[in-house]
C-alpha cells in the first residue's frame, strides 16, 4: 500500500489515496496498525481520500484506537494539499467531502515550488445546541447552548484536586461541536495542567455520548491563546483544527476573547475567526513529510 505522511501544525496522519489503491478491507484495523509510533509508520492515525460524486475529493479520518470521526480540520487541510499538489484537482478553492459535508478550502500556492503552502478553510457553522453535539444531561437542560456552564455539577473531579489551583483551573465548561464534539476549559497557567491524567477521564464521561475531545486554554490577550489539547481516540496531539475553531467560539461566548484569534499549539499556530456570517474560518499550513509502501 501505497501512502503518504503529511502533518498540520504537527497533527500528523497516514495519508491513502484511494483514487489510485484501493480501498482497506478493514479501515479501523488498519488505521492501528500504521499509527503505531514503534511498529508501523506513526501518527494519530489514517485519512483516506476518495472520490466523491459531489466534490473534488471525499476524506475519511480513522483515530489512532481505529474509531471513525466525523472531521479533521488539520487533515482536511493536508488533503487539500494532497489533492492539489498530485495533480486529483488543480481548482483553487477546492471542495472537500467531510462527514460533516462539502467543505470549500481556499489554497495559497507557493510561487516557487507551484505547491500548496498554507490552507484557509470554510469550517461552516459551530453547533451549539446540546443534543446535536451532543451532551446529555440526566435531567432536562434548561438552555439552547452550554457556556461557562459548572461541569462539576456533573463531573467529580475528586475535590480537593491541588493541581486546580496550581494552573488556575477554572472548572465552567462549553461545549461546541465542529462536527465533532469538544468541550473546552480555561486555566491560568495551562501548561500545569494534568493533560494525559484528566484526558481520558473527561472523554468518556457519561454526559458525553459520544465521547468528547478536550482542550485547556490560556488567554494571552484577547486576540491569542495558548491550548493544550486531548483528543477523542488519539490522545494527546500537538495540534486539534477542529478544536481550535471550538476554543475561537467558546473565547467569544465566554467574553474572553474577540471573535478572531491567534492560537498557538504545541504544533504550531492557527489562525481563527468566527465571521459575522456565523462561518468559522482557520487557516494555517500544511506538510508533507515523506511517502512510501506499508506491507502491513
Known amino acids: 500500500m501505497r501512502f503518504t505522511k503529511m502533518h498540520g501544525a504537527g497533527n500528523d496522519y497516514v495519508y491513502v489515496n484511494c483514487f489510485a489503491e484501493p480501498f482497506p478491507t478493514d479501515p479501523a484495523a488498519l488505521a492501528r496498525r500504521v499509527s503505531d509510533r514503534h511498529f508501523g509508520i506513526g501518527g494519530d492515525g489514517l485519512i483516506l481520500i476518495c472520490p466523491s460524486e459531489k466534490a473534488d475529493a471525499r476524506m475519511r479520518m480513522y483515530n489512532a484506537d481505529g474509531s471513525e470521526s466525523e472531521m479533521c480540520g488539520n487533515g482536511i487541510r493536508c488533503v487539500a494539499k494532497y489533492v492539489y499538489d498530485h495533480g486529483i484537482s488543480r481548482r483553487s478553492p477546492l471542495k472537500i467531502e467531510t462527514g460533516r459535508g462539502a467543505l470549500n478550502l481556499e489554497l495559497e500556492i507557493d510561487e516557487n515550488s507551484q505547491k500548496v503552502g498554507r490552507v484557509r478553510v470554510d469550517m461552516g457553522e459551530p453547533i451549539l445546541e446540546p443534543a446535536r453535539i451532543p451532551v446529555e444531561f440526566p435531567r432536562p437542560f434548561e438552555g439552547d447552548r452550554i457556556v461557562d456552564f459548572p461541569s462539576e455539577k456533573y463531573i467529580p473531579f475528586g475535590q480537593p484536586a491541588s493541581w486546580m ?7 465552567r465548561m462549553t461545549c461546541v461541536s465542529m462536527g465533532n464534539p469538544h468541550v473546552v476549559f480555561f486555566c ?5 495542567f494534568p493533560l494525559e491524567m484528566l484526558g481520558p477521564y473527561l472523554e468518556r464521561q457519561p454526559i458525553f455520548p459520544n465521547r468528547t475531545n478536550l482542550h485547556v486554554v490560556q488567554v494571552v490577550s484577547p486576540k491569542e491563546v495558548v491550548a493544550r489539547t486531548w483528543e477523542r481516540g ?17 473565547g467569544a461566548l465566554t467574553g474572553r476573547t474577540s471573535r478572531k484569534i491567534l492560537a498557538h499549539l504545541p504544533g504550531g499556530d492557527l489562525e481563527l475567526e468566527w465571521a459575522e456570517n456565523d462561518h468559522v474560518f482557520m487557516t494555517g499550513e500544511a506538510v508533507e513529510v515523506f511517502a512510501g509502501d506499508f506491507a502491513g
Do not use: M, N, P, R
Not at 489551583?165 to 472548572?171: K, L, M, P, V
Not at 491560568?188 to 500545569?192: A, D, E, F, K, V
Open 234 to 250: 488519539s490522545g494527546v496531539t500537538l495540534a486539534c483544527g477542529t478544536g481550535a475553531c471550538a476554543v475561537c467560539v467558546a
Open 188 to 192: 491560568q497557567y495551562i501548561s500545569s
Open 165 to 171: 489551583e496550581d494552573c488556575g483551573f477554572d472548572s
